[in-house]
């Protein structure tokens, strides 16, 4: 007889399964951020994600496999619903935070940052270093779920994080809110004669990949940190905390 596996603590906090379950669960408001479906089970599976394009949900199709896995054994019926872990802003109230804080905007934008725990750090050390808000794309990027949650060690309650559709119309309303956009790529200038006083947002790209073609060409300014083994390259959250630091002690000045 197989063994059914058992739920892990992730699992029991974050996912909802079932058809029912999941249906109610959206017209309740709750805040979902991604239906996983197998379209090919039918019925109201159709109906469900109606629903939640219906409510801005970000619909992944999946197969039975791959659900029950995420559920652990659970009957899923098709469907499976993760929720988030704490509340999305817009960047207006990103921005609106620094001003009563009387402070230049210090912004982090996440170009597909994947790995949970990488987004987790990246929060972790933001809102260490005082940081407004980060700024997340709907699709290709880490959500603010349990591990997102857990990694930060708390701080995803604490920062602001926006979810946007499109990452270069967030630039584009934070270049019109005065904030200028440094874009880390190792072919930019040296961090560290840069000049990162006034109201900063940094650009931190994909694990694998970096930032995109669209980001790099929309960035005010590029930036590299220095070099010196035989690696080149740094972890996504390290890059940033680095990076982070570095504005911060400019403005201490």
């Known amino acids: ?51 939640a394009k219906e409510r801005d949900i970000i619909v992944k199709q999946v197969d039975d496999k791959k659900l029950d896995h995420m ?56 809102e260490a270093a005082g940081a407004h808000g980060i700024i997340i794309p709907k699709r290709r990027s880490a959500t603010l779920n349990y591990t997102v949650h857990k990694t930060s060690a708390g701080a995803a309650s604490w920062i602001k994080t926006a979810r946007v559709p499109n990452l270069a119309a967030a630039v584009k309303e934070l270049k019109a809110a005065g904030v200028w956009i440094y874009g880390t790529d190792m072919s930019g200038d040296d961090i560290y004669k840069t000049d ?8 931190i790209g994909s694990e694998g990949f970096g930032m995109s073609r669209l980001m790099r060409e929309n960035c005010d300014f590029l930036v590299s940190l220095p070099m010196y ?25």
């Open 1 to 51: 007889m197989k063994k059914t596996p058992e739920k892990t603590d992730e699992q029991q906090q974050t996912l909802i399964c079932g058809r029912n379950a999941v249906t109610e669960a959206i017209k309740s408001g709750r805040n979902i951020d991604t239906l996983y479906v197998n379209r090919n089970a039918g019925g109201s599976i159709s109906r469900i994600c109606a629903l």
């Open 196 to 203: 990162l006083t006034g109201a900063a947002a940094f650009v």
């Open 71 to 126: 559920c652990a054994g659970a009957v899923h019926q098709g469907c499976a619903a993760m929720l988030g872990c704490a509340e999305y802003y817009t960047i207006e109230e990103i921005l609106e935070d620094a001003r009563q804080k009387g402070e230049d905007p210090l912004i982090i934008i996440c170009d597909e940052i994947e790995d949970p725990h990488n987004l987790g750090a990246i929060i972790r050390t933001a």
């Open 229 to 253: 083994g035989q690696v080149n390259s740094l972890n996504a959250s390290v890059a940033a905390g680095i990076c982070m630091y570095e504005a911060v002690r400019q403005r201490r000045k």
